[in-house]
């Protein structure tokens, strides 16, 4: 049947499975939104406030899903807004297809109004992307996509659609998402050396990272813990991929980890890393990260081996298809000294955070007394900052995708507009988006979108009026020259959430926590709680930079 470029793109979105896209609309992407009206039973278009939080709101979508996230922005500035949230889901590697309007080919490259070579832009954060010029190609463009962006290491993909494409007619072919192709996996010698290794090992230590919650390995690294008799630290992007309730889990490990983790990276005789690219913040100093035991690491991307950290053993593949086989294969284990002293350690060193005066609200409290009343099931979303890392430390995520998080690049303003992918994409959930004043103030427009839609989103607000973590760094490292970072801002937060028209609650002293929170939850439209702590309140562990991660700092 002759469809429009337009109506070629509904229809191959709803081919593979999409029922929600966010966008903001445009000259360059009018006959999208023509059909975006045309198909308005079919697929849900979220309007954000501004197109990077169409982005961000895709990315918390899939994060919170598996599922890969839509966004759509108009051409020229519409589209460079996209490129922020596009980078961030690259570093964490989510799947997400943007798709963005351009001119017509005939004004390409002739510096037209809002032109832009948005392919060229986002080459280096996007694993593939495309500039669609004849409408012949666009329904086999989109499919290829959507294939790129899902499987092998997932990330974000951009198809760039000028507007004479989306108004041509062409025949439609339904056609079923394209099947995934066979992945690698590792030889069987591979699976003899890490048989003979983890049997070898007297003191193992798991450590877990985002690949495990892409893969949907949760449950297979369960099994292959209890069989390995081990130990089991995490990642910032693997949080709620090992139930933390569970004795073996000790937190996390790296440059905020715990020193359980510290000190069982500095005791272990054998390190399994899953689904982990030993970023920076995890090794602190390469040179100095267990230099003294051999490392296994899976992991379904080649560039990720020797990249950071030479390691021993190297398997490539599928976490999930790579722990099943090992899981098969393994014999139960029994370190039953290993796992005493680890809890000894956990004893021993408990994060904890001290109130300097009475009454004094402690993000640790806030965090755990919300995790006790929403049974550790909440899905909880960070901005970047002081309290990403309090959530991450203080909130027990007991299953997967429900923490959401831009670990990478490290986002700031990145949180509400992914709460609001998550809410749309989990309506029965309840999301809480953890902010500090900092980034409430770079993504404060989003609470438009949430009234809007009456999007039942719990913006948290840490006010401590400072950039707490530049701060934290500033008062160890530059002898408390505060340039820049207090922010003592005049806005009031409440009354802006009212404006927006959001119900707005406040935090001053610690016999508040409860009742408010509590009051939050129980309502069912979209709140903020602006919660007042002091800009003292640090971030501990903390590892300095350069130095080892065994090491870490634990008062200051």
Partial sequence: MQLTGAQILMECLLEQGVDTVFGYPGGAVLNIYDALYEYRDKICHIRTAHEQGAAHAADGYARSTGKTGVCIATSGPGATNLVTGIATAYMDSIPMVAITGNVSCALLGLDSF???????????????????????????????????????????????????????????????????????????????????????????????????????????????????????????????????????????????????????????????????????????????????????????????????????????????????????????????????????????????????????????????????????????????????MWAAQFYRFRTPRHFISSGGLGTMGYGLGAAIGAQVANPDQRVINLAGDGSFHMNCNELATLAQYNIPVIELVFNNRVLGMVRQWQKLFYQNRFSQTTLDSATNFEMLAQAFGIKAFAISRREEIEPVLKEALAYQGPSLINCHISPDINVLPMVPAGSSVEEPILEM
């Fill in 114 to 388: 809002q032109e832009v070579d948005i392919t060229g832009i986002t080459m280096p954060v996007t694993k593939h992307n495309f500039l669609v010029k004849h409408i012949e190609d666009l329904a086999d463009t989109i499919r290829k996509a959507f294939l790129i962006a899902g499987t092998g290491r997932k990330g974000p993909v951009l198809v760039d659609i000028p507007k004479d494409v989306t108004a041509q007619k062409y025949e439609y072919i339904p056609h079923a998402p394209l099947p995934a192709p066979k992945g690698d996996f590792p030889y069987d010698e591979r699976f003899e050396q890490a048989l003979t290794m983890l049997k070898k090992s007297e003191r193992p230590f798991i450590y877990s990272g985002g690949g495990v919650i892409a893969s949907e390995a949760s449950g297979e690294l369960k099994k292959f813990a209890d069989l390995l008799d081990a130990p089991v630290a995490s990642s910032l992007m693997c949080q709620g991929g090992f139930d933390q309730t569970d004795p073996r889990y000790i937190g996390m490990l790296g440059m905020h980890g715990t020193n359980t983790s510290a000190l069982a990276i500095k005791n272990c005789d054998l390190l399994i890393a899953i689904g982990t690219r030993f970023s920076d913040r995890v090794l602190c100093n390469a040179d100095l990260f267990a230099q003294h035991c051999p490392i296994i690491q899976i992991d379904i991307d080649t560039a990720e081996f020797n990249k950071n950290i030479e390691v021993d053993l190297k398997m490539k593949g599928d976490a999930k298809e790579i722990l099943a086989r090992l899981n098969q294969l393994l014999p139960q284990c029994q370190h039953k000294g290993w796992l005493e002293q680890i809890a000894e350690w956990k004893d021993l060193y408990p994060l904890e955070q001290m109130a300097e005066s009475e009454g004094e609200v402690l993000p640790q409290e806030v965090i755990e007394t919300l995790d006790r009343l929403t049974d550790s099931k909440a899905i909880i979303v960070t901005e970047v900052g002081q309290h990403q």
